[in-house]
């Protein structure tokens, strides 16, 4: 299987910036894309981004597109997602996932806390 594992979640302050990480390993690597999603207290989870792994193609949220960029390392296999001019209501859980055909997601991380504060 395909383990995914986040890092880069912590606690700043409203218009800063953060750097989440996702490392994917595995002897069997069949995922064609990663994303990244979210979820706050109370609330459903929530797409944030996608990219795919051979062309690098990107889909963001209308809620963080221009704030937020995904990419890749294909050597690495790492997916990070930059977060610019945070505001309080990104603050949830993120998570990292892996698609495959039909972009179902299969392979899911733990979860790394972000939290804005204002």
């Known amino acids: 299987q395909v383990q995914l594992v986040e890092s880069g979640g912590g606690l700043v302050q409203a218009g800063d910036s953060l750097r989440l990480s996702c490392a994917a390993s595995g002897r069997n690597f069949n995922i064609y894309g990663m994303g990244w999603f979210r979820q706050a207290p109370g609330k459903e989870r929530e797409f944030v981004a996608r990219i795919r792994w051979n062309d690098g193609s990107t889909f963001y949220a209308e809620s963080v597109k221009g704030r937020f960029t995904i990419s890749r390392d294909n050597t690495k296999r790492t997916v990070d997602l930059q977060m610019n001019g945070l505001k309080p209501e990104d603050t949830a859980v993120y998570y990292c996932?892996?698609?495959?055909?039909?972009?179902?997601?299969?392979?899911w991380g733990q979860g790394t806390q972000v939290t804005v504060s204002s």
């Open positions: 996932a892996g698609y495959g055909s039909g972009r179902i997601y299969d392979h």
